[in-house]
């Protein structure tokens, strides 16, 4: 019987142990932690992370769980409810689109960069300008769907302005993010292909054949905004602000972004 009863206590007394210990650790974090999730353009990727690093080193209570695909793609995850603080477009258009449908905070929106279209190819390519193209040597150009990615319709308007558009149609082979566009480039599966001067800067496969004329497609600007509905508001508006701080300036343009105009 004794030992019955002493069998029974064990378990309270390691539960209590537990409970202790819970309670402890919890008055040793602090205030509870604030998880924030970023939709955002897959070619802001690598520098969005490295800013949320820096960021989490001043608020260490703040998480991130991020989203990175397609521009479009995001916005109409954000118009059909997807749960989103934060939205990190690589376009304009997305972002109108659904502040045109009240799902943008109203005085959130910021332009925070711009960037570069480039034409990539492996780098035996002997691709030298967009003409080439034409080339019969040329077989597959990847391009990403310009029907949600930004960087597929600056490159539709590049080509069509440079009259090639028609001409290039069969050889097209469409991507569903721009970061997608250059691995088809990396690995072979494409010959050349169209995506951001940043994203061609991450990779040591590929070269910069030519730059898009800038006239040739509409301005290249990332804004970024507070979703309408967020949880974390407050602390969405804050990581915004830190954006567009000096700080993280230094790390977009190391990764080869130019900053807005305010």
Do not use: C
Request: glycine share 6%; net charge positive; proline share 4%.
């Amino acid at each position: 019987m004794n030992s019955d009863a002493g069998g029974d206590r064990v378990p309270f007394y390691r539960l209590a142990v537990f409970v202790t210990l819970a309670a402890l650790l919890s008055v040793g974090t602090g205030s509870a932690q604030t998880e924030l999730t970023v939709s955002a353009a897959a070619s802001v990727k690598d520098a969005i992370v490295q800013t949320e690093i820096a960021y989490k080193q001043i608020h260490v209570n703040t998480a991130f769980a991020n989203n990175f695909g397609s521009s479009g793609t995001l916005a109409a995850q954000i118009e059909q409810g997807a749960p989103v603080d934060i939205f990190f477009s690589a376009a304009a258009k997305p972002m109108d689109d659904l502040t045109s449908k009240g799902l943008i905070v109203a005085r959130t929106r910021r332009n925070l960069l711009k960037n570069t279209l480039v034409l990539i190819a492996p780098l035996d390519s002997k691709l030298h300008d967009f003409q080439g193209l034409m080339d019969k040597s040329v077989r597959m150009i990847a391009l990403g769907d310009p029907a949600s990615v930004p960087a597929g319709q600056y490159g539709r308007e590049t080509l069509l302005y440079l009259n090639l558009w028609d001409r290039l149609n069969a050889k097209f082979v469409l991507g569903k993010d721009v970061r997608q566009v250059l691995t088809y480039v990396e690995t072979g599966n494409a010959d050349a292909g169209l995506v951001y001067a940043t994203d061609a800067m991450t990779s040591r496969k590929v070269r910069v054949i030519a730059s898009a004329p800038e006239a040739a497609h509409g301005p290249i600007v990332y804004p970024a905004a507070v979703v309408k509905g967020s949880r974390n508001e407050s602390a969405a508006r804050n990581f915004i602000d830190y954006l567009a701080s000096p700080a993280a300036q230094v790390i977009f343009r190391n990764r080869g972004f130019t900053i807005a105009a305010p």
